[in-house]
């Protein structure tokens, strides 16, 4: 499989932004393979007239959706918005409320599954937040946000019901995790 096709799966897969160097790691080669290969994608994305298209920010990369769809990717967030949050959202919001701050990773990990598009979501909800990592620049934790905590009426993470005991179910699937 060529190249691009290779980034794009896996930025379809990350669902969020990734820093060209990272790519390149991935895939052992050179920064100018990626960028090559990045624009062998851009180029097919946009001659193709596809619903997707490359996104790029200094040195990092994602999929978004073309401006043509805009109205309809609108339309669609906002019923979204304004349904009732899943059982899938309500289990991540629950982790990250407890954990936070959490990578997606860890938030993956005791889920089970890929929680990109649930993170993606809440976020826009405001009902949490992105922050860096202080342990490396390329990832990402996410916590609750001031408007959750406001909405639960709550002043401290610690005032959650039976915080402790979540904390601690939480904390040993992560060391379980870390064992493997």
């Known amino acids: 499989m060529p190249l691009d096709a290779l980034i794009e799966s896996i930025l379809f897969f990350k669902g969020e932004p990734m820093k060209v160097s990272k790519l390149a790691s991935i895939f052992e080669v050179d920064e100018d ?7 062998e994608l851009d180029a097919k994305l946009t001659d193709s007239r596809r619903g997707i298209v490359l996104v790029r920010k200094d040195d990092e990369v ?13 339309k669609i ?33 005791i889920r089970g599954v890929n ?19 202080p ?24 005032d959650l019901p039976e915080y402790d005991t979540f904390y601690e179910k939480i904390e040993a699937a992560l060391e379980e995790s870390e064992e493997k």
């Not at 393979?33 to 624009?39: D, K």
């Not at 994602?62 to 609108?74: C, F, I, K, S, Y």
């Not at 990402?140 to 406001?150: A, G, I, K, M, N």
């Open 33 to 39: 393979a990626v960028q090559n290969a990045l624009q």
């Open 135 to 158: 342990k490396s620049e390329r990832s990402f934790l996410y916590r609750p946000s001031f408007d959750l905590l406001s909405h639960l009426g709550i002043s401290r993470i610690e």
């Open 115 to 133: 929680s990109g598009f649930i993170l993606r979501n809440l976020l826009v909800r405001g009902l949490v937040e992105r922050i860096p990592s």
């Open 77 to 109: 967030t906002k019923e979204e918005l304004s349904k009732d949050l899943g059982k899938a959202a309500l289990e991540t919001l629950t982790i990250v409320l407890y954990k936070g701050p959490i990578s997606k990773p860890e938030v993956d990990y």
């Open 62 to 74: 994602t999929l978004g959706t073309a401006p043509e769809a805009g109205e309809l990717v609108e």
